[in-house]
């Protein structure tokens, strides 16, 4: 199996997810333009890991 | 029908005014601890349950998040989901599940319906699993709404737009170096439609591998589901003349539970005749080991 750790993946999107959604409420308590803010650490590439695992016949 | 309690419900049991129920429910300050704790009792002795749907509208507290899938019995969109939680808990916010491909088949019809219910909800954001259309992006984009892609690339001009993606072709290069130490030259990729973007890069990091280590690859395109793996992969296997490869590599995990339960059906032992090797982690039937 490859193993690309999708629990560690949502915990990085959500993070990055409520990061912006922050920024936005922020700017929208002080007045300024909500659209989101996208910046270049935004997007990340995983590794994935091969884990073997054998039947053991049953 | 039985009435529902309401606010005023809970003012009225409580002695306290609609005004300062409301704050303690929603944890706002200017209410004593002790009237807190009264307002939450009563509110659930009553059954009252608030209406965060009217509170976002008044606050614009954007506290709702729509996760969107494509095919959900996909373990992989379980841990997912574990970690998105786990991390907007601590920012007091919650997640939804939208399917676009419930049944492993996507449709456009379905990706431009659910998009417009998250904006008239006003969703705080949202993590997508598959590549939206351009014209999804940009709708979402007019509404103020952030996008955070996972194990899919954002579609082509929206390139700013944030994503946790995984080296398939590194990965497909580890499965072919250890196929290739095993000896196995003639590979199978059970694949799901190119609509999910990591298909290409899988594929590609496939065809490397195989050059590089001088196996055969072919390519067999299933929908993204195990009934469909199972069905696609049977009828390949009935063609007359058609032989066993020696591995099979599964695009994710419905589909290497199709492709399994192909093998079972025809006694073909697993790793012996033919090895098995799939895309996504899961913990696997518990009759295997780790090594």
């Not at chain 1, 999107?13 to 700017?27: F, H, K, P, S």
């Not at chain 2, 706002?28 to 009217?54: C, F, H, I, Q």
């Not at chain 2, 929908?223 to 009828?235: C, K």
Request: proline share 4%.
């Amino acid at each position: 199996m490859l193993n690309e750790d999708s629990e560690t993946i949502g915990v990085l999107a959500a993070q990055i997810l409520t990061g912006i959604i922050d920024e936005q409420v922020e700017a929208e308590r002080l007045g300024k333009a909500t659209t989101p803010v996208y910046r270049p650490e935004h997007r990340q590439e995983m590794t994935a890991d091969l884990i073997i695992r054998k039947s053991c016949g049953c | 029908m039985t009435k529902k309690p309401t606010l005023r419900d809970v003012s009225r049991a409580t002695g306290l005014s609609v005004y300062t129920v409301s704050r303690a429910l929603s944890n706002r300050d200017g209410v004593s601890t002790a009237s807190r704790e009264r307002v939450l009792k009563a509110a659930r002795d009553l059954g009252y349950v608030p209406n965060r749907a009217a509170q976002e509208l008044r606050r614009n507290t954007r506290s709702s998040v729509a996760v969107i899938t494509a095919s959900t019995s996909n373990y992989y969109y379980l841990d997912l989901m574990t970690g998105i939680q786990r991390t907007l808990r601590h920012s007091d916010r919650a997640a939804i599940v939208a399917d676009v491909a419930a049944e492993g088949v996507y449709t456009r019809a379905v990706e431009d319906s659910l998009v417009h219910d998250l904006i008239q909800s006003r969703t705080a954001g949202v993590i997508a699993t598959l590549t939206l259309s351009r014209r999804s992006i940009q709708l979402l984009e007019k509404w103020d709404i952030p996008v955070v892609f996972v194990d899919s690339a954002p579609p082509e001009g929206a390139d700013r737009v944030p994503s946790i993606t995984t080296d398939n072709i590194g990965a497909s290069m580890k499965v072919g170096a250890h196929l290739a130490g095993h000896g196995y030259t003639d590979w199978l990729f059970l694949a799901y439609p190119a609509r999910w973007s990591t298909r290409a890069q899988c594929e590609r990091g496939l065809c490397e591998a195989a050059s590089a280590y001088g196996a055969t690859l072919e390519v067999l395109e299933s929908e993204n589901d195990t009934a469909s793996a199972y069905g696609t992969l049977s009828r390949y296997l009935d063609t007359p003349g058609r032989a066993l490869p020696r591995v099979i590599i599964a695009g994710n995990n419905p589909m290497v539970h199709g492709a399994l339960r192909v093998l079972q059906d025809r006694a073909v032992k697993v790793p012996d005749e033919v090895a098995i090797v799939a895309f996504d982690d899961s913990p696997g039937p518990r009759c295997w080991t780790l090594h």
